[in-house]
Nanobody
């Protein structure tokens, strides 16, 4: 299994930006998909963005045009650039990696968007 560690969360004003990072314990080329999920209080965890080993990306409608998922193979890192943040983006953000049927999660990083 792969170990994943998120970082980069924090408090930001509406309209601001943050970049989340997810550090993997193994080469990310070997991970089929890497995704960012989020969970707000009282809500279900939802998929925010994903990237496959082939480089295909997908986004939730609510973040299209504002968030960008990317990766850096040499550093075994996956990023989520979040721009034009809104209060409804407030949540704990989780990194998830899938290799075949095996899924690993990070511990999460809190993002709070508030004035």
């Amino acid at each position: 299994q792969v170990q994943l560690v998120e970082s980069g969360g924090g408090l930001v004003q509406p309209g601001g930006s943050l970049r989340l990072s997810c550090a993997a314990s193994i080469r990310i080329e070997t991970i089929n998909t890497m995704d960012w999920y989020r969970q707000a209080p009282g809500k279900q965890r939802e998929l925010v963005a994903g990237i496959t080993s082939g480089g295909s990306t997908n986004y939730a409608d609510s973040v299209k045009g504002r968030f960008t998922i990317s990766r850096e193979h040499a550093k075994k890192m996956v990023y989520l650039q979040m721009n034009d943040l809104k209060p409804e983006d407030t949540a704990v953000y989780y990194c998830r990696g899938r290799i075949g049927v095996y899924v690993s999660w990070g511990q999460g990083t809190q993002v709070t968007v508030s004035s």
